[in-house]
């Protein structure tokens, strides 16, 4: 699939360079640790909830979730939102403003450290770090891949300078004026992903004659021999293995639950509460948060199927079994026939927008990470070494996962898919619940941290294919399981 | 067209879940929390 060099490319190419002009208005601020990392504790909450939004959804949100239901049945879309709702209410409601009490009142400045103030363990604190710095370069290694692969797809060029497409206006933003342009930019490329998701539903709904006019249609169509009226069961349409074990309940849910709850435990996320203004700017944003998620939710997630009645009639079997394989390319494919030049630059901005969001702050929370909580804890350094500090290792930390992007093998692939589930599995006991839960010890945290990360990343190596369960429910339940039981054994043994 | 259940269910429930939440929300603003 090409898009020509034209309007389209222009607009594409104005997005980027935005986001690194952006960079300029946060320098003047970005002199100060705190500054560089927390904006100056300055963000409102517009800023707040949409660079939040940003950072959460990354291309793979606008490729992977608005394509999936083109190979599974509604279900998918269904539970993904569903699971996308709860997740967002519960970060904003339930994370969101106990979190920022605990960071004003203890003035700490990273996840890592909000874990060795609520564990009293060095220990814990530095494990934390490991696996922010760990597992957080894998995400980004997915996160430069399914940016790259699309570009380089959709404008025929090399994946390489795909990648530095992606790599260099995000780098520029944050070591010219670090959170508060990356949170700049976030809002305007939020704006952007919101408006590219709003013209994808409404030119889609357009062509198929509504939401009823095309549920109705999946009763009259098949497609590779498969009846259309699968798409509305939930053990019905989905991945080729899936159905022929039985397994596309189980899959759909485990996946769609892996996706939309990570988001109550993701430290790219919960580090962005801390560059709060007041907690007033945590209540408002309270509202407006889970509104822009779950906007963004209902307007995407759904849409895959319906790309069926757009594309198949133009397409050959092996092409549409090539997308009922990888659905990356259905919504771009779709957009491509349906919508007028320059309004398709704008909404095929929308997955490179995605990107960049979602990079610059997760550079940021590795950097913070690793600067505060490795160098910081051993070597005392002046506040001017640790900004030049900070910039340089964003720099590191740009370009680390994208030279890992370039490598192909299949157990890099399989752990750079299996970071972003594990990353919550990690934290979702040790920071998320121990938030409220005053009986927790450093023995749990730090088990639950360990058996995390192992089992999520092993899990998906060696068990997810054949089981068709994801690996963050067994990494999630186990790491939960050594939280709640170790800090019960270890809290008597304390009284 | 007959949507299964547990399909309406996932919609249903996303609704019900943004509504409690921008409910309490706005309750929690006005009492100034």
Redesign the interface.
Known sequence: MVVSISLDVIIIAIVTMLTAIVGLVGYRISRTFVGYMFANKSLGPWLLAFSIMATYFSAASFLGGGGATYIYNLGFGAWLTAWHVIGVVVLWIVVADKLYRYVSKAGVLSIPELIGYLYRSTLARLIAATVIVALFNLYLVSVYRGGGIVLSTMFEIDYKIALLILTLPAMVCIILGGMKSAAISNLFLGVLMLIAAALTFTYIMTYVGGLINGLSSFSQISVLGISGTLWLRFDGAGPRLAMEKGLVPILIMSVTFSIGMAQTALPNLLIQFYAAKNSKAISRGRLIGPILVSLYAFLMFSLGMFCHLVLDKNLGDQQIAELMKNSDFVIPKAISLLVPIGIRGLILSAPVAASISTITVTILTITNTFIRDVIQVTISLKEVNVIRLAKIFSIIFSFTPMTIALIEDKLIIDVVSAAFGTIFACFVGPVTIGLYWRKATKEGAIGSMVVGALTGILWYIYLYRSTMIHSTIPATLLALGTFIILSILTNRKNV | ????P??????V??FI??I???A???Y??RRG?
């Not at chain 2, 067209?1 to 299964?4: G, K, L, N, Q, Y």
């Not at chain 2, 547990?6 to 919609?11: A, S």
């Open positions: 067209m007959e949507v299964d547990l399909i309406i269910l996932g919609y429930l996303s879940v943004l409690i939440g921008i309490y929300s706005i929690k603003d929390d």
